[in-house]
């Protein structure tokens, strides 16, 4: 599986972006999907995480209520809603897909990473 993040930019505070995740392969539906995020200084974190299915959801506590993922299985893409964005939530933002049916909520669970896209948030 190959990956492919996009949708990162420059946003104020209290505003939204919308990242996708491409993935290749037929396979793509087989594959628990993650977020993770990487702020400079600091080691990559779990963002959030979602069932091969879509039917299962989980987040970090700093996103909950804020961030939605999401996937369209038919379209092989993964997307992050981020909404009432913060400084703190500038990183580099990652997708991931789960290895052997695991959902991706920690680094070693994850098989196959896509190249990041930069998140900045203004205050």
């Known amino acids: 599986v190959q990956l492919q993040a996009s949708g990162g930019g420059l946003v104020q505070a209290g505003g939204s972006l919308r990242l996708a995740c491409a993935a290749s392969?037929?396979?793509?539906?087989?594959?628990?999907m993650g977020w993770f995020r990487q702020a400079p200084g600091k080691e990559r974190e779990f963002v959030a995480a979602?069932?091969?299915?879509?039917?299962?959801?989980y987040y970090a506590d700093s996103v909950k209520g804020r961030f939605t993922i999401s996937r369209d299985n038919a379209k092989n893409t993964v997307y992050l809603q981020m909404n009432s964005l913060k400084p703190e939530d500038t990183a580099v933002y990652y997708c991931?897909?789960?290895?052997?049916?695991?959902?991706?909520?920690?680094?070693?669970?994850?098989?196959?990473w896509g190249l990041g896209t930069q998140v900045t948030v203004s205050s």
């Open positions: 991931a897909a789960g290895s052997q049916g695991l959902v991706p909520k920690r680094e070693s669970m994850a098989d196959y």
């Open positions: 392969g037929r396979t793509f539906s087989t594959y628990a």
């Open positions: 979602i069932s091969w299915s879509g039917v299962s959801t």
